[in-house]
């Protein structure tokens, strides 16, 4: 039986816009406090303490048991990784996945940067992901089925390799998926080409787009502490992801601050906030 996708009214958007800021300011202060030297422990209360802030919460803190605030993925990790006492280097990828709930709303978003004197080849890696999420989110607005997303990842991921660029790998172990009064709901959304073209969009969607990308192999393993993803080949990993309103006007990036005005006008497409 199909799972029952959750249709949000434009109020319960409007909540979800607020959590979605929220994320946004955590981003913020991470890329703030990032650099070679300090822990992934001491990142994750920066974001802990934008949540008080906020008087919001982390919506991963708890989940199914997971210990922290937000996740810190370093190097050959893809996601779920746990913050600790690991001190970060000069030229590691480092990707944080956060959220927030508001009122019992959730938003969800992640980036990737790359500390100090990086590898050529680890800013392309990262770029390219973010520009496949923004080339996928920009495919929402077309309307059609979900599996707009996956053909938008993969056409960024063949026109990176096409620019003379060393191949990336798609990770199909992990997806994006529907969020609203839970982090995680249906439907799955799926970063690659599949032969089902998935469920059709409609209003009142809010979908997390997430590419990961390797510069190896798809494939992954999980670590004995059963949450961090790792690639199986050591290659280095990107992540990222924006939380997006489908509305009846448009699309609106609930996660950016800009609502995704500057990146999808770029792409000719006109984001559709609610006032």
Known sequence: MRER???KTPDQVRVMRRAGLVVADIHGALRDAAAPGVTTAELDDVAREVLDRAGARSNFLGYHGYPAHVCISVNEEVVHGIPGDR??????????DCGAVVD???GDAAFTMVLG???PQDLALSETTRRAMWDAIAALAGGGRI??????VEDAVAAHAAAGYEPLAVVEDYVGHGIGSAMHQPPDVLNYRAARRGVRLRPGMCLAVEPMLTRGTIETTVLADDWTVVTADGARAAHWEHTVALTD????????PDGGAAELESRNVLIAPLS
Not at 147 to 152: L, M, N, R, S
């Open 249 to 256: 006007e448009g699309i609106w990036v609930l996660t950016a």
């Open 117 to 119: 004197a990086a590898d």
């Open 87 to 96: 001190v970060l280097a000069d030229g590691d990828v480092v990707s944080f």
């Open 5 to 7: 996708i959750e249709y």
């Open 104 to 106: 019992g709303w959730h």
């Open 147 to 152: 599996d707009v997303v996956g053909a938008a």
